[in-house]
């Protein structure tokens, strides 16, 4: 891992993508795909450096061996917490077959040993229409990148840090959910918050990160996180030994515009249809971003940034196929109707007294110069460009870095020779 820059020493990345080296054959898939240039392979083995990991997952679907794992928490789990919620990221609802609704996913949960579910479908939808009354008095820079995707907003802190005065300060619904259901258990119960244990169910490893380690906040409100692959299985089961059980929650109604939310467009339901635009994948996000730091899409007022293919329901962490779990959304949605769950002057109240702000900016990523001081750092820039084109500048990847100017960054460093470049020695093998 790298070290990080004396200003910011004390940082420390939490991640959960963990590399078993036993499994991993170093065929540099991993190194290609990330997004960040954050994998080098030395000795055959891939490795990460901790601060341009953003956590996005790509590498975990690009590893042929299943070197690469995320790291959540189990599924069964010990604590000293007197009440157990979980909190169900509604992508969840879409990797079951269409005859399970949210309420058997519900009492399924509860048998799995959960005191209480929240469902955050309820709670999108009233952020939907905070990011409406958002986007009505905002005043620039334009335009608005959503900041619910939290491997987008990575990808943007480490290569597009100027972009980061884009990104909306609204929370992100699974944190107001922890914070109100936190906040309404311990009042019912007479029992202090931190008390209460929150558990949210994701289909992406960026989320889990979120929560250990937010970038806008100092504590999460949630309590930890659990992959939807791992709690499928055994909630499919609890779900399945159900019968002729009927839950308590069979009368509560989710909001189809919040279990809209995982799928691409999802977030924009409220907005009107010429003013933004949705994009999901890495190819076509950096597109996007592109643009938006050429100043060239100063029309569009908003942009949806979804990291994972189709919208959450396309992350690594899920299990169905991303467009078979949109087509039982859209399904899902039909079923529970499109009319509004939620009281708009309500939401409008909570949102002049601050509710769904973020605590704090966020910021772009710090990144370690080449060296603390500033004058041999400009040296070592300087000493960078000049390996840089003595290279052959194809980004073979042979000498296990993504591109040939990460090599020559490396060999300033120290951490490589310019003799390491398979490529060069090839080339002049031939030509004696």
Not at 143 to 165: D, G, K, M, N
Not at 222 to 232: K, V
């Amino acid at each position: 891992m790298l070290e990080m820059e004396p200003e910011a020493e004390n940082i420390r990345y939490y991640h959960t993508l963990k590399i078993l080296e036993e499994k991993c054959q170093g065929r540099m898939r991993c190194m290609r795909k990330c997004p960040t240039q954050a994998i080098r392979v030395r000795r055959g083995k891939a490795h990460i450096l901790e601060e341009l990991c953003i956590d996005c997952g790509e590498c975990i679907n690009a590893c042929p061996e299943g070197a690469i794992v995320p790291l959540t928490d189990p599924v069964e789990k010990t604590s000293e917490f007197k009440c157990r919620v979980a909190i169900p990221s509604p992508a969840l609802y879409s990797q079951f077959s269409v005859d399970i609704h949210p309420p058997e996913i519900f009492a399924g949960l509860k048998k799995l040993g959960f005191d209480y579910i929240c469902d955050v479908s309820l709670v999108c939808e009233s952020v939907s229409e905070a990011l409406r009354l958002y986007l009505q008095e905002h005043e620039g820079p334009w335009p608005v990148i959503s900041s619910f995707c939290p491997a987008a907003i990575r990808l943007i802190q480490v290569r597009y840090p100027e972009l980061t005065e884009h990104i909306a300060r609204l929370e992100v619904p699974r944190e107001l959910a922890a914070k109100e259901v936190k906040s309404e258990l311990s009042r019912k119960l007479n029992i202090a918050p931190e008390k209460i244990e929150a558990v949210y169910f994701t289909s992406c490893p960026a989320k889990a990160v979120s929560i250990k380690q937010p970038a806008e906040k100092e504590k999460s409100w949630l309590d930890g996180s659990i992959s939807i692959a791992d709690i499928y299985s055994p909630l499919l089961s609890a779900i399945m030994s159900l019968g002729e059980e009927k839950s308590e929650d069979e009368a509560h109604q989710p909001s189809a515009i919040g279990m809209g939310w995982p799928v691409l467009g999802g977030t924009c339901s409220l907005l009107e249809p010429e003013s933004w635009v949705a994009v999901s994948g890495i190819i076509e996000l950096t597109r996007i971003l592109d643009d938006i730091e050429k100043s060239k899409l100063r029309e569009v007022k908003y942009v949806e940034a979804s990291f994972c293919l189709e919208g959450c329901i396309g992350g690594p962490l899920a299990v169905e196929n991303a467009y078979v779990a949109r087509v039982k959304t859209i399904r899902l949605e039909n079923r529970y109707g499109k009319q509004p769950r939620i009281q708009k002057e309500e939401v409008q109240k909570l949102y002049r007294e601050g509710h769904y702000f973020l605590e704090r900016r966020i910021q772009p990523r710090p990144i370690k110069p080449l060296h603390p001081d500033i004058a041999k750092s400009i040296a070592l820039m300087k000493e960078k460009e000049k390996i840089y084109n003595l290279l052959p500048r194809v980004d073979c990847g042979l000498c296990g870095c993504p591109t040939c100017l990460a090599f020559a960054e490396d060999v300033v460093k120290g951490l490589l020779n310019i003799s390491d470049c398979l490529y060069n020695s090839i080339r002049k093998e031939r030509s004696r």
